[in-house]
């Protein structure tokens, strides 16, 4: 059989003949992205081969330039393996993945639900035979403690907690439901954890349950990024059967067990004093973290299996470890505006009684909210993943080495930020790709419609000279050369028209459905009173550049925008703390009037319009 040696470690795997290389790949134990769900469409899974023979075909050349096929590279997805190879091993992604873990929002008080209580009771005897549930319950009673439920994941460890205190312990309820039983007197803390399940990104909150104080943050990448990067491609990955559903929930729940442990060890605290987790998360996410088939999600009428559901042992979704919080899931809208916009809604109190206020978390799928007139509607743009990376030629994450901001400079030509100034960069993630196509909008390289400008064409405009001399022409038309910016260095990071034209699919989408609300709800864009923008993506941009580039509709005013953080992790964290703000976020899912913008006239009439640039 074939026999793969990865270099620079001379590690080895051996595949049958036939493998597909992204197969093998993961197999020798690399992390290896695929954003468009291994269809052989974006590229980004490209390895380079060094020896062996691996023919080109006419799959690689459809999704990777013809220059960088000729050097062998390959994308991995759609190639398969027939004899011995030696590849370069593929770059391991900063964990982080660029997690937005910054928030703010309203505050709660903490949860009266949550009690704690030290109750004494007579140990078994041969004259005292009632089961431990009973005598518990009966000693919970005689301290006032009526109606109280005994949950399975409580009932399993019962028998040794009760002994293990000496029939003398604390117990910790939250309402109704048992929580945990410990030895009295052991100082142990009742702690939540909230957390923001992004379908790129994930970031978590440890809290103190008793008042509220936020120990600890952590944050990592989405593992289920390895099936795709946006929620159509889980969808399906999920849909191919109940092997594939349950890896991708296995994924979310190691991820959520991960984010946990991070954020006890900053914090100094337990594993085992986590009694809560409050998840917020998109529908599509929701779904497959509760191990129900989300397929009808992605076929018209996009009706989700649940709402809402009820709160559940953490062993129920798999979680594996000495504890087992109750999981508490923050409810959803709609097929396509879940649980995170409901936890947005929450943290910032976007509600019918205020004036117009136009919320957006703008991402892989882009969510839209506007309070306006007495009613709050939502919709949901598919904006692609190009605002994560994905799609364009360099596109990554916002992670070390990647163009974060791109400015005019004094003589005319490109200041370039990079994220930690790690130089020379590595691509560009998706604030860096709006500067960008906003300076060049500015500097007349790209016109309204969203052409790039040859050297030519953009000398007979009047582009500034220090702009020109990096125009270029590759395999996909016009480019701009970004970084370097002192010659036409082939491993630089450039902005290509093909770049150009997906950052005109995802902005159009945004701004044709903020536009259909507009009308909805008959309230003109100069009559918007607050934009407040979500997400590690509305976090960073740069309002003005989103202006220009019509991001948000036109007629906005510029000083009526910003950028409100994590919003979904805001949001979790009053759902974990508080049962009336976990009472507010329930009628939110049911009071905000959805609308479905597929097949709306007016929405591709929009869509088609906002496809073009605002005029200067």
Known sequence: MPTITFQPSGRRTVVPPGSRLIDAVRQAG????????EKGLCGKCRVKVVAGDMPAGSAQTGCLPGKLVGEGWRASCVATVDGD???????????????LTDFAGLDAAVDDELWTATVSMAQPSKDDQRDDSSRLLAALAD???????????????????????AFHPDVVGLGRRLLAVRPAGSGREALGLAVDLGTTTMAAALCDLRDGTILALSSLANPQSIRGDDVISRIDYASRGRDELAELRRLAVEAITDLSRKALSAAGRQRDDVLLVAVAGNTVMNHILMGVDPTALALSPFIPGF??????????????????????????IAAYVGGDITAGILAHDVTADGGPVLFLDVGTNGEIVLAANGTVHACAAAAGPAFEGARIRQGMRAVPGAISGVAIAADGGLDIAVVDNQRPAKGICGTGLLDAVAACLDLRVVDDGGRMLDADEAEDEGVPEPV???????DD????????MSGHDDSGVALTGRDVREFQLAKGAIAAGARVLLRIAGVKPEEVEHVLLAGGFGNYLRPAAALRTG??????????????GNASLAGARLYLLSGEERDRADAISREVKYIELSGRDDFQIAFAEEMMFPEA
């Not at 690399?30 to 769900?37: K, S, T």
């Not at 991001?551 to 409100?564: A, E, Y």
């Open 30 to 37: 690399f992390d290896i992205p695929a954003p468009c769900g």
């Open 85 to 99: 190879l030696v590849i370069d091993a593929p770059v391991d992604v900063d964990a982080d993945g660029g997690s």
């Open 143 to 165: 301290a006032g403690r009526t109606g109280v439920i005994i949950p399975p994941n409580v009932l399993a460890d019962l028998p040794r907690r009760l002994r293990d205190a």
């Open 307 to 332: 709402r809402r559901v009820d709160p559940v042992p953490a062993r129920d979704i798999g979680w594996r470890g000495a504890n087992e919080p109750l999981v508490m899931i923050v409810p959803n």
């Open 468 to 474: 020109r001399r990096h125009l270029h022409e590759d």
């Open 477 to 484: 038309g016009p480019a701009l050369w970004l970084e370097p």
């Open 551 to 564: 991001l948000l509709p036109q007629g906005i005013r510029l000083d009526r925008v910003r950028s409100v």
